[in-house]
């Protein structure tokens, strides 16, 4: 059974940094694509970065040259190190892995994905 556990979010202030890690059981972490994913509160989860196989990265604009994705998959985990932080990036931030799949909803946040339970980080202005 496919498992994804976040940990690392807190409390930070503004301009502070936090490294988010996930970690996969049940499965290899390399043959998937990964994905970081922010739910602010009443708004819709949406892909902050993610990561393929290979190592090709991707980042909504918000958080480009701020947040940095990266995966270890001897260890399974993918983190976020998350440096300046904004009051806006606050939120419940979710994992997700996506597996060997085609088709429109194959992509980081597709139907297709496994999730984390999240983690909260808040920022404090």
Request: glycine share 14%.
């Amino acid at each position: 059974q496919v498992q994804l556990v976040e940990s690392g979010g807190g409390l930070v202030q503004a301009g502070g940094s936090l490294k988010l890690s996930c970690v996969a059981s049940g499965y290899l972490l390399g043959t998937d694509a990964m994905g970081w994913h922010l739910q602010r509160p009443g708004k819709k989860r949406e892909l902050v970065a993610s990561i393929t196989l290979d190592g090709t990265t991707a980042y909504q604009d918000s958080v480009k040259g701020r947040f940095t994705i990266s995966r270890d998959n001897a260890k399974n985990t993918v983190y976020l190190q998350m440096d300046r932080l904004k009051p806006e990036d606050a939120g419940v931030y979710f994992c997700s892995a996506t597996p060997a799949c085609s088709g429109y909803e194959c992509r980081p946040g597709g139907l297709y994905d496994y999730w984390g339970q999240g983690t909260q980080v808040t920022v404090s202005s």
